[in-house]
DNA sequence: GCCAACGTTGGC
DNA sequence: GCCAACGTTGGC
């Protein structure tokens, strides 16, 4: 099993969406490397689900609920399905995320238009526990 | 096949 | 709103 950051902008698509729709299809990816991701994924792999624009955060995990496979749109594209497992407890931010040195060299810091990329097994850990500890 | 120009994304 | 970092496009 592995694990994914899947990035989406919240004004088109969002964690809130995702669980109104209780399922959904992942697709819009177009860039080549996000791409590769996504036919890496399989079914009963785990994602974030990551909020750019005014948010910057982790706000959910996601199950993989389908293998990859072609988009029905565009067979150059690759979809994959998802399905909400749990929201975070404490969204995780992204300056939490740059500030730990454990996420240093992430793709998520380094290539900041990347929307589809793995998440090592140490930093999905670390993203669990911080999201789950008390804040005031 | 190269690369300049242009477009897009997403953090700031 | 700006702009850095990338990706893509199209003329040559």
């Given at each position: ?27 819009g ?14 079914k009963?792999?785990r994602a974030?689900?990551?909020h ?15 293998n990859a ?17 749990s929201r ?25 238009r ?8 140490r ?9 789950k500890?008390?804040?005031?």
């Amino acid at each position: 099993m592995a694990y994914w950051l899947l990035k989406t902008e919240p004004s088109t698509y969002s964690w809130a969406d995702l669980i109104k729709e209780k399922k959904t299809t992942w697709n819009g990816v177009t860039n080549a490397l996000a791409l590769k991701h996504i036919r890496s994924m399989k079914k009963g792999d785990r994602a974030f689900v990551y909020h750019t624009g005014n948010e910057k955060q982790i706000i959910g995990v996601a199950q993989v609920i389908s293998n990859a496979k072609p988009d029905p749109k565009d067979a150059k594209l690759a979809v994959v399905e998802i399905k909400p497992t749990s929201r975070l407890k404490n969204p995780v931010t992204l300056a939490v995320i740059k500030s730990d040195k454990i996420f240093a060299g992430w793709d998520l810091l380094r290539n900041s238009r990347l929307s589809v990329m793995p998440v090592p097994g140490r930093m999905w850990k670390r993203i669990e526990s911080v999201s789950k500890e008390n804040t005031e």
